[in-house]
């Protein structure tokens, strides 16, 4: 899904998803690729309950506030988020929220998303572009979204090297891939984990 409002700066959502769909395109037994350009936020639920997917990949502009906005510049707050994937009758594996400030809609809607990738400040048109046609590339080829958004991330470091801290990922399912574990026994409550290769927050992959 796509917006570009017109009072908001440009963002390039038409060749970032040309470009994903190229990528997809080449594996077409394994990916269908369907693309919403223009979502409005009235359609925004209407259209997950109708396709379904697997993956949902939004491509568009975020606020500092942490919400969404649609190509009618209606905006969708974390709350509205959470209520909308709350009410979904069917799971989503990964949600990747290519937007500005979308770190906070990722771990509003952590709870019912194995994987959620979203940036944690503002992102160049560039860098979100480059970031997010590798993560698919690499995905093609590993069918692991933790391993394409690594490969993802070290891509965009060769390219724009300032940015690459900005885009996260949030895991919450899936803990054999963490090597560290930091949890407390005999508990049933919700546990932070972070992967042992990283322990600051700029290049944190964070498993709840």
């Given at each position: 899904?796509?917006?570009?409002?017109?009072?908001?700066?440009y963002?390039?959502?038409?060749?970032?998803?040309?470009?994903?769909?190229?990528?997809?395109?080449?594996?077409?037994?394994?990916?269908?690729?369907?693309?919403?350009?223009?979502?409005?936020?009235?359609?925004?639920?209407?259209?997950?309950?109708?396709?379904?997917?697997?993956?949902?990949?939004?491509s568009?502009?975020?606020?500092?506030?942490?919400?969404?906005?649609?190509?009618?510049?209606?905006?969708?707050s974390?709350?509205?988020l959470?209520?909308?994937?709350q009410?979904?009758?069917?799971?989503?594996?990964?949600?990747?929220?290519?937007?500005?400030?979308?770190?906070?809609?990722?771990?509003?809607?952590?709870?019912?998303?194995?994987?959620?990738?979203g940036?944690?400040?503002?992102?160049s048109?560039?860098?979100?572009?480059?970031?997010?046609?590798?993560?698919?590339?690499?995905?093609?080829?590993?069918?692991?979204?933790?391993?394409?958004?690594?490969?993802?991330?070290?891509?965009?470091?060769?390219?724009?090297?300032?940015?690459?801290?900005?885009?996260k990922?949030?895991?919450t399912?899936g803990?054999?891939?963490?090597?560290?574990?930091?949890?407390?026994?005999?508990?049933?409550?919700?546990?932070?984990?972070?992967d042992?290769?990283?322990?600051?927050?700029?290049?944190?992959?964070i498993?709840?």
């Amino acid at each position: 899904m796509a917006a570009a409002p017109d009072d908001k700066i440009y963002v390039n959502v038409i060749k970032e998803g040309r470009e994903i769909q190229q990528t997809l395109d080449a594996q077409r037994d394994k990916f269908e690729f369907i693309n919403r350009l223009g979502i409005t936020k009235n359609h925004f639920l209407d259209d997950l309950e109708r396709y379904k997917p697997n993956i949902l990949h939004f491509s568009g502009h975020g606020t500092e506030y942490a919400s969404l906005v649609f190509q009618d510049g209606d905006e969708l707050s974390s709350e509205q988020l959470d209520k909308t994937f709350q009410s979904l009758p069917f799971k989503i594996s990964l949600v990747f929220l290519n937007a500005c400030y979308s770190k906070k809609q990722a771990n509003t809607i952590s709870k019912y998303v194995d994987h959620i990738i979203g940036m944690k400040k503002d992102v160049s048109d560039d860098a979100a572009i480059i970031f997010s046609s590798q993560f698919y590339k690499s995905l093609l080829k590993k069918i692991d979204y933790k391993e394409a958004y690594e490969d993802a991330i070290a891509y965009l470091s060769y390219y724009l090297e300032s940015e690459l801290n900005i885009p996260k990922l949030i895991v919450t399912h899936g803990l054999k891939s963490i090597t560290k574990i930091i949890s407390q026994p005999n508990t049933l409550s919700t546990t932070t984990l972070i992967d042992s290769s990283s322990h600051n927050e700029e290049n944190e992959i964070i498993v709840q």
